[in-house]
């Protein structure tokens, strides 16, 4: 383990306390008694009885390292990493000889005769286990820093494609107000006033990737504020929400887009407009946001779908494989996208 690595970016002793972890070590210290097992591998019933006290022990080793790692990792990862790195080490390795000794003298005093030379198997019992010790905390130091690495590799595509959406819909709107300013100077000038509230929002925040359902909504209906200045009663928006939802945490921009896109795509070319209903609700282990609007099939545009894209991917990004997205053109355009934990 490196000394460059900063104590305060990345500890170099891991949470040996995460599930995960305890059953690696479990699994692993039982490998390490399978394996040594074979040396002295017999069909005797002496074998099994051996190969018992050498799981018990080694367990009880396993079990006592996990919980003096759990308990006092904050401890160790306060020193440089060589110096704590030898504190961890001694400590498993007296742990892991007054355990054998312990556990031989128990097998001399019962007249078991299972242990055949204690002091050879207690130096055995602990280079073992501080050679299992370091190869794990090797293994979960890398794992951390590779995780570490993915998610900061999600959050940079994260921003980049939230730095792509917002202005993708700040120009649209301002399109729109440019369109009133000839026809509706009034209704232009409370739509500059709208936007600059979506303007707030985007810039106040700008590293901010998640909110929740109902901020979410707030940029919804504002958007729509500026569109039914300009649409007037060709617009037209119904909302489904269930409210236990609304504290629901989402992709920053992960419904708007799909108001924008039923707006520019959908509505907009329709002589007699339409309703734009948007439907979000409880499934089981999970949620479901739809949004359904009238369309013409020649009037959709390949730009739709780059917006399309960009929600799916954030999608993913923040749920993996929980999310699915699926877009339909058959009567209406039916955009869905729901998460099932």
Not at 59 to 84: C, E, P, R, T, Y
Not at 163 to 186: E, G, M, Q
Not at 215 to 237: G, Q, S, T
Not at 254 to 264: G, R, T
Request: no cysteine; proline share 3%; glycine share 4%.
């Amino acid at each position: 383990m490196s000394n460059e690595l900063p104590n305060t970016t990345q500890p170099w002793l891991a949470d040996f306390s995460d599930p995960i972890r305890i059953f690696t070590v479990i699994v692993v210290a039982e490998m390490m008694v399978v394996i040594y097992s074979l040396s002295f591998l017999s069909f005797e019933f002496a074998y099994f009885n051996q190969l018992a006290v050498l799981s018990l022990l080694t367990q009880l080793i396993a079990v006592s390292v996990v919980v003096l790692l759990s308990v006092l990792g904050q401890f160790f990862n306060q020193f440089k990493v060589v110096f704590g790195l030898g504190m961890v080490l001694l400590l498993t390795l007296v742990l892991a000889a007054t355990y054998t000794l312990l556990l031989s003298w128990i097998d001399q005093a019962l007249m078991f005769d299972l242990i055949d030379n204690s002091l050879l198997t207690t130096l055995k019992i602990s280079l073992a286990t501080g050679m299992t010790l370091l190869a794990l905390m090797r293994y979960f130091y890398v794992q951390e820093q590779w995780t570490a690495q993915v998610e900061a590799l999600a959050k940079a595509q994260m921003n980049a494609l939230q730095a792509r959406i917002k202005p993708h819909f700040l120009y649209n709107s301002l399109n729109s107000i440019a369109t009133l300013i000839v026809i509706d100077p009034p209704a232009a000038e409370k739509a500059v006033l709208n936007l600059s509230s979506l303007f707030r929002k985007a810039f106040s925040s700008p590293g901010q990737s998640m909110t929740t359902l109902a901020k979410e909504l707030e940029w919804v209906n504002e958007y729509l504020a500026i569109e039914k200045l300009r649409l007037m009663e060709r617009l037209d928006y119904q909302q489904d929400v269930d409210e236990d939802l609304l504290v629901q945490k989402v992709p920053l921009l992960s419904i708007q887009p799909l108001i924008e896109n039923a707006v520019i795509h959908g509505i907009q070319h329709l002589t007699d407009g339409g309703v734009i209903n948007l439907s979000i609700k409880a499934i089981h282990a999970g949620f479901r946001v739809q949004v359904t609007n009238p369309f013409k099939a020649d009037q959709i545009k390949s730009g739709s779908k780059t917006g399309l894209d960009n929600i799916r991917q954030r999608l993913v990004l923040v749920y993996g494989d929980k999310v699915t997205m699926q877009i339909d053109r058959n009567d209406l355009f039916v955009a869905t996208w729901e998460v099932k934990y």
